[in-house]
């Protein structure tokens, strides 16, 4: 496809059809198409075929964890149109089973035969289907039901992350060689190395036409035979993509941006032929005019340099678009080629795709981690950053979360592969990212319907221009270089790019920074948002107890009472034990070992007890420790008093969780616990506050708790739901929707993910669960708030950069057709101000990829 005119061209025939709905994007040259049972993929591809392009579906078969089909499902349509050279399309990865599509004619006719096909690491792709998906849900608070269809799940054929690689056969070798490498869906047009010989052969040739034609003193009898015979191959071979393209539709009875130009092109050359054949004396002398002349004219120049102009903006932008699809090409190539598998005790090194669950895998320093899985053994500092986007390593050990494509940094780890191949996280965020790049956004569909019959009018309009003059001066030259002129300057191609262009670019730098957003639409939702709900827990706090400080009794010091208490605790798998044995061991002298335990026991939800052995001048050799809640003391005899209980009451009153320590039958002292806030979390807070969003806290925790987080971060007393069940945070977000406010809500558990779904903008942390991943619209792959924030502003500003980008292009053609129809314009300016209409809107996206961190 060359231009918007393409996309609603095949939208409307593909609409056409019974129950298909089809989205068409132009920069990734694809069609996402939902189909009822009753139409077969037969039937798709004819329509495609009947437009003047060639086309195939490619799927694979389901994997064993794939949910059956259901009636209405997702296919992606690759449709590669008169322009786009078969051998080139190795950019984006397919989200589903493919449409693909190969130009009329073949790519050869552009003398390029340079096929890939051995590189399956780069072009080839294909999908599993799995059920019910996110993206696909109902979300009547939105945007109302949806038609619920399978989502289509990454695989790669013959590369790192498809364990399906038999699925081969649905695309044979044949078929393959016949259309090309089928992975490039970045090039609208020939790519840059087809384009360059044409242009620099144009460009050569071009020089001389215009110097002689415009400037007098470089003249020379009978000078404008030379012109016509050097313009010749640059509105023949040079231009011969636009007129073949433009051939290929008007067979079917359509028009296209290529139409304007080669009729433009061509008609300015054989106009100037003409003219000269009819009056060959016309450049007999030196000095004798070129355009302009009354007694008619030549247009070689014209014809020469618009087709130059118009192949460099080509060339500059099948490179912008190209590098505007290299941040989701470099996220996805990330991962492990090969991994180290550990069988009956021997290493064996398979390649990463041949990964199985269950396989045991090794992870030296330096390598990566081959796919997600738990660490069964072994400790290290794993760098997630590529996938995250954040920069601090994280510890690991046994029982740890690890995910595939991360860097082991120090020590030797085993990993159980838990997810491979199209389930791992890498290939998910590979196919949200993908999904949100076939979409089409609200915004977009305004350029559509102009779109739809932008062609056919800038053609009345150039015949009228041609017409009026004609009628009004009697100026044939005039006359023709209003209507060359207007079909010149006319571009439909910016307002096909403005939007595709803008959000490939800032869902590809989203990636890069750990930010997947899901559509287009979640840029608008991200616009009007003005309230945001945060889960308190793994979102504003760290999710992890921390000791806060140690009240001592009955003459004990504090550090006594936590090293006691922390031996004891060590036995015990609770989260508050852990934290307690942490903070105990971190407080002993040159970092020891805390003490020895024995006879212990333990009680859930209650407390631990044992015997501590000490090693001192002056204290005994064994203690009993009990420590726990009040009534864990109380079934081991231990009753502590008003004053020890009211302190008690005192720390949990400030927001803490309080434990009893009791040494030898009596209260020792009060160890007292919270949730640590992020380091970063007050800060994100304020930023909110400066995006006019307002932050409100929710947990399930209580009325102290949830104020001294709040009171910690920034967020006012009345912003606080506190004491809320699961059920409940569904009923927190529809309360401020009722209220009138366009609600966001960040959550990463469960227990989040149905008011995740019920929220105008719903943010998983990544660090939560896959269902509360699914249930949102945007995903931060870290744990950080201020990511969370920096998605939000990413979203702003690629929907900012989208808008720009269509004020532009409507603005061009608003002021660029008129002017141009009433004389004003040389048909050449109007060839450079068309070329560089769709350079700048793809280098205004292409700023999104220095959005920075």
Known sequence: MTCASCVARVERKLGKLDGVEASVNLPLESAQVTVPDNVTDQQIVDTVNA?????????????????????????????????????????????????????????????????????SDHNEWLHDHSGDAGGMRQRASKVGPRRQGSLAELARLGGRWGGTTEHAEHVSRSERTEHGAQGDHMH????????????????????????????????????????????????????????RA??????????????????????????????????????????????????????????????????????????????????LKALLNLGAKDATVLRDGVEHKIPAEQLVVGDIFVVRPGEKIATDGLVTSGSSAVDSSLVTGES?????????????????????????????????????????????????????????RISAVFVPVVLVIAVVTFVVWLALSGDLNASFTAAVAVLVIACPCALGLATPVGLLTGTGRGAQLGILIKGPQVLEDTRTVDAILLDKTGTVTSGKLAVGHTLALNGHSPADVLSLAGAVEAASEHPIAHAIAAAAKSAMPDAGPLPAVKDFSSAPGGGVRGMVALNGAGNRAERTVVAGRTGWLEDNGIFPDDAQRKALATEEAGGATAIWVAVDGRPAGIVTLSDTVKPGSAAAISKLKELGIRPLLLTGDNAAVAAQVATAVGIAPEDVFAGVLPEGKVDAVRKLQSQGSTVAMAGDGVNDAAALAQADLGIAMGSGTDVAIEASDLTVMGSDLGQLVQAIELSRKTLSTIKTNLFWAFFYNAIGIPVAALGLLNPMIAGAAMAASSVLVVANSLRLRSFAK
């Open 51 to 119: 437009m003047g392009y060639k086309a195939w579906i490619r799927e694979s078969r389901p994997s064993p964890t794939s949910q059956a089909h259901e009636r209405a499902h997702e296919r992606e349509t690759d449709m590669l149109g008169a322009l786009a050279p078969s051998s080139l399309r190795r950019a984006l990865p397919h989200t589903g089973p493919a449409i693909e599509s190969s130009t009329e004619g073949s790519a050869g006719d552009d003398g390029a035969t340079e096929h890939d096909h051995s590189d």
């Open 188 to 243: 609208h047009g020939p790519a840059s190395r087809q384009l360059r010989p044409r242009l620099v052969a144009a460009a050569i040739l071009t020089v001389p036409v215009f110097a002689i034609s415009m400037i007098p003193a470089l003249q020379f009898p009978q000078w404008g035979w030379v012109a016509a015979l050097l313009a010749l191959p640059v509105v023949t071979w040079a231009a011969w993509p636009f007129h």
């Open 246 to 327: 433009a051939a290929i539709n008007a067979r079917h009875f359509a028009s296209t941006m290529d139409t304007l130009v080669s009729i433009g092109v061509l008609a300015a050359y054989l106009y100037s032929a003409w003219q000269l054949f009819a009056n060959p004396v016309m450049t007999e002398h030196p000095g004798m005019e070129s355009t302009g002349g009354m007694g008619g004219g030549l247009y070689f120049e014209v014809a020469a340099v618009v087709t130059t102009f118009l192949l460099l903006g080509r060339f500059l932008e099948a490179n912008a678009k190209a590098k505007a699809g290299d941040a």
């Open 392 to 448: 601090v390593p994280v510890e690991v050990g046994p029982g740890s979360q690890v995910t595939g494509a991360t860097i082991n940094t120090s020590g030797r780890l085993l990993v159980r592969a838990t997810r491979v191949g199209s389930e791992t996280t890498l290939a998910q965020m590979g196919r949200l990212v993908s999904q949100a790049q076939t979409g089409k956004a609200p915004i977009a569909r305004l350029a559509d």
